[in-house]
């Protein structure tokens, strides 16, 4: 098994995303207080322009990166699995666990629609 160096938003995306999305929440709510303090109107704008915006693209990003991260991770599992546990061959598709008889067989073969057949282990 080599061993790669992943890039860094995927060994620590998942920090740096929750990270932005506590900083987007507390930018919103700033934005909020300081609307609410605010007396005059482009001093409002301008609380929502800095604060809320600002707070929605960091949460957003930060909601990505989190996601981001979660499927590269997956993605990695995912093919460890098929490299280190590829069937055979036809014979081990049709086997369940330790060699035992497939539960159910799906037959797709010149068949309008998919078919399921149950068989009963012996």
């Known amino acids: 098994m080599t061993t790669t160096k992943h890039p860094w938003w995927l060994r620590h995306g998942r920090f740096i ?3 932005l999305i506590a ?3 507390v930018l919103a709510l700033g934005a909020c207080i300081g609307v609410q303090r605010a007396t005059y109107l482009p001093n409002e704008l301008a609380y929502i322009a800095t604060g809320g ?3 929605v693209f960091c949460s957003v990003t930060g909601a990505a990166l989190v996601v981001a991260t979660e499927l590269g991770c997956s993605r990695r599992r995912l093919d460890r699995l098929v490299d280190h546990e590829a069937p ?3 014979a081990a598709l049709a086997t369940g666990p330790a060699g035992a008889p497939a539960e159910a067989v799906v037959d797709l073969v010149e068949r309008p629609e998919p078919h399921l057949v149950a068989r009963s282990p012996r």
Request: glycine share 42%; hydrophobic share 40%.
């Open 17 to 19: 995303g929750l990270g």
């Open 23 to 25: 900083a987007g929440l």
């Open 53 to 55: 915006i600002t707070g």
């Open 88 to 90: 055979a061959g036809p």
